[in-house]
């Protein structure tokens, strides 16, 4: 089989996970075959319109930024106190991350534990977080100006989905997907792609990404950027084109996917977010919108097409509805993925849909 991956157990370096808020100093273990210390990680209110939170170990895992805003670091606050070993705790009784009437969501990715090196690959010096066996790396630079230049990201691989943000300026998120070419979106915002030069004019290579001189990812402030390259088995970022049927498009990743963002590239429809731990059994259609503080959407079919279901299989996911943000008639829709498992592991056996 194809589909093989030497990342037999993907639940080491990539983890989603639900809980119920319980106030300050709550301890949230993740449940996975392995044990996982967070570097990244990515919390959101399920129940009640609150804010995204996330957090690195690049930064110091205290300090919040929030993907559906254009709002400077936040650092008022311990809303991370602290990562185990398979754990993180929570700092404070928010209504955003562990008030006792919450209902939440983690994903959590781990990198280097927090240990980090300085990389000279590009123009300027970044501080680089590098896991080459799960392809992610968590960097950190800044720029002295706005002038395009390269950055190291130390990866040895082709980034294909990378994320940007400055820190200590109110901005946009930048999101780049190498499916989609030169050029973003602005993740805080629902809107189609732009391949304006000034987000940059170059694919990223095995060693560096050129910046653009759009302030949202190079000026003279402070940045931080996750870098992702597909690993087989354990990650894939693509794109496919929807059918506008409820027999929908079926996305082939090679893994059983654990987390899948999917966002129309030339439109205004929105970035839309499944995984397992929402949605343990097919059909899968616990929503989130990471452009947005909203509540998730769980929306039963009413026949008006306006709802995104998707069966989640062993080597990738199905349309299972005729709605446009996930399976637009003829439409170029690009998604980004990661696994529970893979469909054949390193020693040929084959994994199970949900």
């Known amino acids: 089989m194809a589909d093989y991956t030497a990342v037999d157990d993907s639940s080491k370096y990539f983890q989603p996970e639900i809980y119920d808020g319980a106030g300050a ?90 240990t980090t090196s300085t990389n000279s690959d590009g123009d300027i010096d970044t501080t680089v977080q590098v896991n080459q066996t799960a392809g992610m790396s968590i960097v950190s630079y800044s720029p002295p100006n706005a002038t395009a230049r390269t950055i190291g990201h130390g990866l040895g691989a082709v980034p294909k989905a990378i994320i940007i943000r400055a820190r200590n300026r109110t901005e946009d998120w930048h999101w780049f997907h190498y499916s989609a070419g030169t050029g973003g979106w602005r993740g805080n915002h629902a809107e189609a792609h732009n391949d304006n030069t000034v987000l940059g004019d170059a694919l990223p290579t095995s060693s560096v990404y050129k910046l653009g001189t759009d302030f949202r990812m190079n000026g003279g402030f402070n940045y931080i950027g996750y870098f992702f390259a597909e690993v087989q088995g354990f990650s894939k970022f693509g794109s496919y084109y929807g059918n506008g049927q409820y027999n929908g498009a079926f996305v082939h990743t090679g893994f059983k996917p654990a987390l899948i963002i999917v966002k129309q590239e030339g439109t205004t429809e929105p970035f839309v977010m499944f995984d397992k731990a929402r949605n343990p059994f097919n059909l899968t259609n616990h929503k989130l919108f990471q452009h947005s503080t909203a509540a998730e959407d769980t929306l039963v079919d009413d026949g008006s097409g306006d709802y995104n279901f998707i069966d989640v299989l062993s080597n990738g996911f199905k349309c299972r509805h005729n709605s446009t943000a996930v399976n637009g008639n003829g439409i170029r829709i690009i998604y980004w993925a990661w696994a529970e498992n893979p469909f054949v592991t390193s020693g040929g056996v084959a994994g199970t849909a949900k």
């Open 25 to 114: 100093n709550q301890q949230v273990t993740f449940s996975g075959n392995s044990d996982l210390q967070p570097d990244l990680l990515w919390i959101k209110r399920r129940n009640a319109g609150y804010g995204h939170n996330l957090f690195d170990t690049n930064r110091g895992i205290a300090a919040l930024l929030e993907p559906q805003s254009n709002a400077t670091e936040n650092t008022n606050q311990t809303w991370i106190s602290g990562v185990g070993s398979d754990s993180f705790t929570i700092g404070v009784n928010e209504h955003n991350l562990s008030n006792s009437a919450g209902e939440y969501v983690a994903w959590a990715w781990k990198c280097n534990g927090g």
